[in-house]
């Protein structure tokens, strides 16, 4: 046991003695000067730091320290050792230096990161493969400033790296797991230092020397002790991988050179006369193709009828089936709108009457009679009575009725039709006739599922809903739903530098950041893409008819399925995107949720789409349901595991914290750390599932994974997701009115970053 630790437990602090190191008391003398209100401000709880600060005085008054200086920063590792019998200067009173940035004394702050995960043993009791004295630079301060402190480092064959305040000290301040270090790496602007990257934190030691060869020396023997990462895989985009849940599937591609080989097994279906098929998209868009059997006349003219109420003209496609040589000539696409407008405007120039209503107390209204004019530049509409010489102008908004005399217009309004000439040989054909539309009918999916009163079985069904706006009846119709990806609304006063993919070093001048340096070889602002955005079909295994002006709602799914109660904690954690977001912030913040649920397994061969559920609960006595949550599901694949959320689970709360990020662009790696807080403050035991995700990118290792609680800090083993890829979840026994904390460390290597982010050569 160190002497900070035996001096911690004799005045009752040995719980805080993370945070003494971290805001760089790791020394009993300089603990020893703390009054009550100091060790408040640092943490401390205040009948602790009370208790604490009356024992210190007392060993104060007790022992007398003496202090001995420490080698001059300017004298190298070998003159630190002097002779038994050489004449030494007499003994510095100790002082309290405060520097800016730093409070307290003027020693680094010493992070207690790898000295949690200590192997069982006993310690520092190999050969000692190199020592010496080396600078070491402490954590950036309030503004910015950073202090070199000279230590004595020793390294140890065990693959330990120990450093101490003087060459013949017992106790070292901290021990550096080598196991747990990533790389060592040259620091730029100084030749004789160096960097030391761990990967069980996201710490980074700066280190100098006062020689060349010395750093030489020093780095060849810690790269000696370092366990080099495995380098990922390469990933082959044509790989063929089955489905993994919620990760990114592979590109969708317009081309079917992609698909799988196994799609090209569909059996071709034989065209017949009335065989419809419609792609209903979610975002309003329409895709219908038929079969019609059609005659032409002696002109080779034909008038298709039987159409929507809309149609894209430029978007119709003619294939005649048993003349494929022949193709339309000429196309005219009718689409009368049925408006007074429309109507007057087919009969300028011709004779019409029209009756006025007047006001309530006359029964007759006024009528009207003339040759009706138009005038263009007014848009205005008026009858012209020659005999009278008058001029009556319309407003076609009022109720006038209309009498059109002897004049024959017919039709009046022309349905939507399509008018072609066909250039082929024979007159009767079978034809694909295929076009698009938009705004015609509308469809959404929900489920209701009710659960049984014990919460073991759950009675689930699914619907598609369709809306038919179209004007027209389709009969016997094949249905395929399309969902589109959601289109999100860009927020344009949000700063674009506020999210930037590349954290960059920022330019001080005593101590104060100046502002943002462009991002190396691109555009600061400049931010990873977001996740691909998928299209999913949904095809309707059996035919059906949609009327117009209707609502169908078409059962696709109804099943009984085991599920299991459990409670669950989860974050909103970003999506994955196509390149690896470095940004320290992003997904540094994210709320949880902590939620009683119920899970399955879909082990159905068909998908459920996305869409709103209604979870409900049976009474015990089987008789009526309890409402218990309504909320949006996402698309599911077979074999998924499947979440669904009852309440929140009440007086259990969790926190997500980063305490720790370190990217390395050259070697394109990120250590990042996490610390999750869970407290129970229900008056009976829970235990609880939490879930992380790795969003950053897909190779990771989660490479120190710790678990405090009122008993100490031991090791915890994290749980792989048993379908998705890339998350993991702990599982925690939580007893009542306690909390516990889960410490963990993830590696992220073999970033995939764009061109315009990586550092110019």
Not at 148 to 171: C, T
Request: aromatic share 10%; hydrophobic share 30%.
């Amino acid at each position: 046991m160190s002497t900070l630790e035996q001096y911690l437990k004799v005045i009752g602090l040995e719980s805080y003695q993370s945070i003494m190191i971290d805001n760089g008391y790791d020394d009993p003398e300089l603990i020893a000067e703390l009054t009550e209100d100091d060790l408040v401000a640092i943490g401390v709880k205040k009948g602790h730091a009370k208790r604490a600060f009356l024992k210190s005085k007392e060993l104060s008054n007790k022992t007398v320290h003496t202090h001995e200086a420490s080698p001059d920063i300017s004298s190298n590792s070998s003159s630190s050792s002097a002779p038994p019998n050489s004449q030494q200067p007499p003994a510095k009173e100790r002082t309290t230096t405060i520097s800016i940035g730093k409070k307290g004394n003027d020693d680094d702050e010493d992070s207690g990161d790898e000295k949690d995960d200590k192997p069982s043993g006993p310690m520092l009791q190999s050969k000692v493969l190199h020592e010496g004295f080396v600078q070491k630079k402490g954590n950036e301060g309030f503004f910015g400033s950073k202090m070199f402190q000279k230590r004595y480092f020793k390294i140890y064959e065990e693959g330990r790296l120990a450093y101490f305040k003087n060459s013949h000290d017992v106790s070292p301040i901290n021990v550096i797991e080598m196991r747990g270090a990533l790389s060592v790496d040259d620091m730029e602007n100084k030749n004789t230092g160096f960097k030391l990257s761990m990967k069980t934190s996201a710490r980074v030691y700066w280190l100098v020397c006062q020689k060349l060869d010395e750093k030489q020396k020093w780095v060849q023997v810690i790269k000696s002790q370092i366990t080099p990462p495995v380098v990922p895989k390469a990933v082959d985009p044509n790989e063929i991988k089955p489905y993994l849940q919620h990760r990114e599937e592979p590109s969708q591609c317009a081309s079917t050179r992609f698909d799988s080989p196994l799609s090209w097994g569909a059996i071709e279906k034989q065209s017949e006369n009335g065989m419809i098929r419609l792609h209903i998209h979610s975002n309003g868009k329409l895709f219908v193709e038929e079969i019609r059997a059609i005659e032409l006349d002696e002109n080779n003219q034909v008038i298709i009828k039987d159409l929507p109420k809309e149609i894209d003209e430029r978007s119709v496609h003619f294939l005649s089936l048993s003349e494929p040589a022949a193709f339309v000539m000429e196309q005219t696409y009718y689409h009368d709108e049925k408006t007074p407008e429309k109507m007057l405007e087919k009969l300028i120039g011709k004779e019409i009457e029209v009756s006025v209503p007047r006001e309530d107390k006359f029964d007759e209204p006024v009528v009207f009679k003339g040759e009706l004019i138009y005038n263009p530049k007014e848009s205005q509409y008026a009858l012209q009575n020659r005999e009278t010489n008058t001029i009556h102008f319309l407003k076609t908004h009022e109720a006038i009725s209309y009498n059109l005399l002897e004049n024959q217009v017919e039709p009046i309004f022309k349905e939507s039709q399509l008018d072609w000439i066909v250039a082929g040989n024979e007159k009767k054909h079978l034809i694909k006739l295929s076009y698009n539309s938009e705004n015609l009918f509308k469809w959404h999916s929900n489920y209701v599922a009710v659960l049984n009163p014990r919460e073991t079985e759950m009675e689930f069904r699914g619907w598609f809903t369709i809306e038919n706006e179209s004007g027209k009846t389709f009969n016997n119709t094949n249905v395929i739903l399309v969902r589109e990806p959601s289109e999100k609304k860009v927020d344009e006063k949000k700063d674009s530098d506020s999210d930037s993919a590349l954290p960059v070093a920022l330019p001080k001048l005593g101590g104060f950041k100046l502002g943002k340096l462009p991002s190396f070889g691109g555009d600061s602002s400049s931010t990873p893409a977001e996740p691909e955005k998928r299209i999913y079909r949904y095809e309707i295994p059996h035919k059906t008819t949609l009327k117009n002006n209707e609502q169908k709602q078409i059962c696709f799914v109804s099943t009984k399925l085991p599920v299991r109660s459990f409670d669950f904690i989860s974050f909103d954690t970003p999506k994955y995107t196509k390149y690896t977001n470095v940004n320290k912030d992003h997904g540094a913040v994210a709320t949880a949720h902590v939620d009683s649920s119920v899970q399955f397994t879909w082990n159905l061969p068909y998908t459920i789409p996305a869409g709103s559920m209604k979870l409900q609960r049976q009474l015990k006595d089987h008789f009526g349901s309890d409402i218990v949550n309504s909320f949006e599901i996402e698309h599911f694949n077979p074999s998924d595991i499947v979440t669904l959320p009852l309440q929140p689970l009440g007086k259990v709360s969790a926190t997500r914290t980063q305490t720790g990020y370190n990217f390395d662009i050259n070697n394109l790696y990120i250590v990042e750390t996490y610390e999750i807080r869970v407290n129970n403050g229900r008056e009976e035991p829970v235990r609880i599932t939490v879930e992380e995700s790795m969003y950053r990118w897909e190779f990771f290792e989660i490479t120190s994974s710790q678990l405090t609680d009122s008993n100490g800090t031991t090791n915890i083993k994290f749980i792989n997701h048993p379908t998705h890829p890339r998350r993991v979840q702990w599982v925690l026994n939580i007893p009542p009115l306690d909390g516990k904390v889960i410490k963990y460390s993830v590696f992220y290597s073999g970033l995939s970053l764009p061109e315009s982010m990586m550092p110019k050569k």
